[in-house]
């Protein structure tokens, strides 16, 4: 799966593991149709395993923490059960960790999907899957939202009371919960409270954007106009909280470095279903996919001449439900390095109007044969998100970028 995308679920009993290279605590929340606890009774973890249709098993160290819900037993005032986790150790964040949660059959253990949420990095815990009732049927959505203070951040944020140890005066302390009464027979475990910040923590990476530690941090939209994108920052295809756009083209551009010397980029968009399932690749050799809905304007084969040198069209409201992802790709199939090419860019446009409404400029390029420019995103609610990636690979070929392009969803 990818982030935001769906499925139906198939079993009336799933079971939610989340696996990583080091030890995760992975817990539950059954939340209302206003996204809160009813009490702190629905917060399901390794220290009150049982609730309503909610279950958590520990994996002793050996096997991954799960969390089962039998969509049968849940309360019908429940919308959606949440699933997160978080590092074992204190403090410790998911920088250089990927978790994967396996959505399973409880019955019979087959799977029914997988999502490693991508680009993770200071986040201390995650709401990663979330199981939800939708018109009398239940689904399976991928999350993959990060907090920065821990599982404490995510339980009060969604109701639960946290008792929180005085914190050193030279230490900052994290927010106060929201107002609701504490229930007593709540069990109170050290490793809820939110771990203090390291005295000096490292700087990100620059440019790419700070990691979420709220609901749409790190995200912006079209509301002023055209936006210029750094790496890994993304843009909501809305304005004003409406869906703007049904058609949009991607435009890549390339000049040669030396004056003379051809060089031939191709520009590709591959299409992955909800589990990063390779679906088709439109490229110059294959100028239309997915019944039309995704359009190659041809091929180029030095760069020469103004403006884009390859277009490539998409239909947004024509592409298959099971179309979750569109990774946009240039690679060299003359064989030269990104280091001899120019003024590498691509562009969003609205097909309907001309108008650019976002712009990815390639700088500081790599000796390699492929790069990632950007991704397309369908969001649960349909419309659309896309991230700039700007991440160099080998492939003088769309088969060779394939892999590394599913990867980066």
């Given at each position: 799966?990818t982030p935001g995308s769906n499925i139906p679920l198939t079993a009336a009993r799933v079971t939610v593991d989340v696996s990583a290279p080091v030890r995760l605590d992975v817990s539950g929340l059954l939340l209302t149709a206003d996204g809160k606890v009813r009490s702190d009774d629905d917060f399901i973890f390794y220290n009150q395993p049982q609730g ?97 203070d821990g599982l404490a951040g995510i339980a009060t944020d969604f109701g639960v009371t946290v008792e929180e140890p005085a914190a050193p005066a030279a230490q900052p302390v994290a927010p106060p919960a929201p107002t609701m009464p504490t229930v007593p027979s709540m069990p109170v475990d050290p490793r809820l409270a939110a771990p203090p910040a390291p ?211």
């Amino acid at each position: 799966m990818t982030p935001g995308s769906n499925i139906p679920l198939t079993a009336a009993r799933v079971t939610v593991d989340v696996s990583a290279p080091v030890r995760l605590d992975v817990s539950g929340l059954l939340l209302t149709a206003d996204g809160k606890v009813r009490s702190d009774d629905d917060f399901i973890f390794y220290n009150q395993p049982q609730g309503p249709g909610v279950t958590y098993r520990s994996g002793g160290g050996a096997a991954p923490d799960a969390i089962m819900v039998d969509t049968a037993a849940v309360p019908p005032g429940i919308e959606k059960i949440v699933v997160t986790a978080s590092p074992d150790a204190a403090g410790q964040s998911f920088q250089g960790i990927e978790p994967t949660a396996t959505i399973r059959n409880a019955d019979d253990s087959g799977v029914l999907a997988t999502f490693t949420p991508p680009q993770l990095g200071a986040e201390t815990a995650l709401v990663i899957v979330e199981i939800y009732r939708r018109n009398g049927t239940w689904k399976a959505r991928a999350v993959g939202q990060g907090y920065a203070d821990g599982l404490a951040g995510i339980a009060t944020d969604f109701g639960v009371t946290v008792e929180e140890p005085a914190a050193p005066a030279a230490q900052p302390v994290a927010p106060p919960a929201p107002t609701m009464p504490t229930v007593p027979s709540m069990p109170v475990d050290p490793r809820l409270a939110a771990p203090p910040a390291p005295a000096a923590p490292p700087a990100p990476p620059a440019p790419a954007a700070p990691p979420a530690a709220a609901p749409g941090s790190g995200k912006i939209n079209l509301d002023k106009g055209r936006v210029s994108l750094q790496k890994n920052q993304t843009v909501s295809l809305v304005k004003g909280g409406r869906p703007l756009l049904s058609r949009v083209k991607m435009g890549l551009g390339w000049e040669p470095a030396y004056r003379g010397k051809d060089i031939d980029l191709d520009a590709s968009v591959i299409a992955f279903g909800p589990q990063r399932n390779h679906l088709d690749s439109c490229y110059f050799g294959k100028l239309q996919i997915l019944g039309g809905s995704v359009q190659h304007s041809g091929d180029n084969l030095t760069g020469e001449g103004g403006g884009d040198d390859e277009v490539i069209t998409v239909d947004l409201g024509r592409l298959p439900q099971e179309v979750s992802g569109l990774v946009f790709t240039v690679n060299s199939f003359s064989g030269q390095k990104f280091t001899e090419v120019a003024k590498a860019y691509c562009r969003l446009i609205d097909a309907a109007s001309g108008e650019e409404l976002a712009r990815f400029d390639l700088t500081n390029a790599e000796p390699q044969t492929g790069v990632m420019m950007a991704k397309l995103i369908r969001q649960y609610s349909g419309e659309w998100e896309m991230t700039a990636i700007g991440e160099f690979v080998k492939g003088r070929t769309v088969r060779q970028m394939v892999k590394p392009a599913g990867a980066a969803l």
